[in-house]
């Protein structure tokens, strides 16, 4: 019988490909080599599910390393919202856990939160126990204009939109894709002009430099997390960021 909670050495929660779930808790713990398709084969008999984006047929511990995202963050957040707690393998072989089953285990620093993007760099995760949602029996997609005051509006109402997603006019235009892509992945650590402003730090940058840049991101300086972005994205973004220093309407004014 594992030990779900409190402190000390700990027997490893689940074995690999193991599965536990609290149904009625709406919690459950996944080993780290799950995917996110195992994981909604698993929780399906309970109607429950784990709302949470990432390419098909990757282990969740590298989902989590790169803190995978998507449309459905609108709705549920991302990793750091579901994680309650995680196993893992440090250093120098030590298993660690840290917070457990319930979330008032949670006492003073959330270290298992810190696992949310930490590309593995403090340890291989072996487990992770995640809150679960009652999996939606319907669903209805709506298309708009893309206008964020709207969003905010709905946010308000008995609706509560769950899901959200770059529509194609914006796709249409790098520049306002580019932007978008900026406030998603850049903008926790850059201001556009301002502290760490991404207009100076890239200026001068040719477009072709810019993109090997992103696509090294993170050994660029040590600090940034990768790029995890479509290549579409990425692309999108260079536009925007090469425009920031070379405005498209003050080159056709000059003229
Ligand atoms: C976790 C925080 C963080 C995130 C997220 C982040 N950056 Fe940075 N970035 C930094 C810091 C800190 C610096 C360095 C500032 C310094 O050294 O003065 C930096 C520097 C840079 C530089 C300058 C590098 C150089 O060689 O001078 C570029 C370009 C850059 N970031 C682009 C991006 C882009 C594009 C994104 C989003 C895709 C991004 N960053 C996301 C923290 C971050």
């Known amino acids: ?30 080993a780290a080599d799950l995917t996110l398709d195992d994981c909604g084969r698993l929780l399906a008999p309970a109607g429950q599910w784990l709302p949470l984006d990432g390419p098909a047929g990757v282990p969740l511990r590298r989902l989590i390393g790169l803190d995978s995202t998507g449309p459905l963050r609108f709705g549920y ?52 126990i995640c809150r679960t949602w009652l999996a939606p029996t319907a669903a209805v997609r709506v298309a708009l204009a893309p206008r964020p005051a709207l969003a905010r509006e709905l946010v308000a109402t008995p609706l509560r939109p769950q899901w959200a997603l770059l529509t194609p006019e914006e796709k249409s235009d790098p520049l306002k894709m580019g932007e978008k892509v900026f406030r998603f992945h850049c903008q926790s650590c850059h201001t556009v002009n301002g502290f760490n402003g991404i207009k100076f730090a890239v200026k001068g940058w040719q477009k072709d430099f810019l993109d090997i840049q992103i696509q090294n991101l993170n050994q660029l300086k040590g600090y940034m997390p990768p790029f995890l972005g479509t290549d579409e994205e990425r692309r999108a973004l260079v536009e925007w960021l090469y425009s920031l220093n070379n405005p498209p309407q003050q080159t056709a004014a000059r003229r």
């Open 1 to 30: 019988m594992s030990d779900w909670s409190g402190s000390g050495p700990k027997a490893p929660w689940v074995e690999p490909g193991g599965f536990v779930h609290w149904d009625r808790d709406m919690t459950a713990c996944f």
């Open 77 to 128: 957040g991302g990793w750091r919202d579901v994680i309650l707690g995680v196993q893992y393998d440090g250093g120098d072989g030590a298993r660690i856990t840290v917070g457990g089953r319930a979330v008032k285990n949670v006492a003073g620093y959330d270290l298992c939160k810190l696992q949310v993007g930490s590309a593995g760099a403090l340890g291989r995760l072996s487990a992770v």
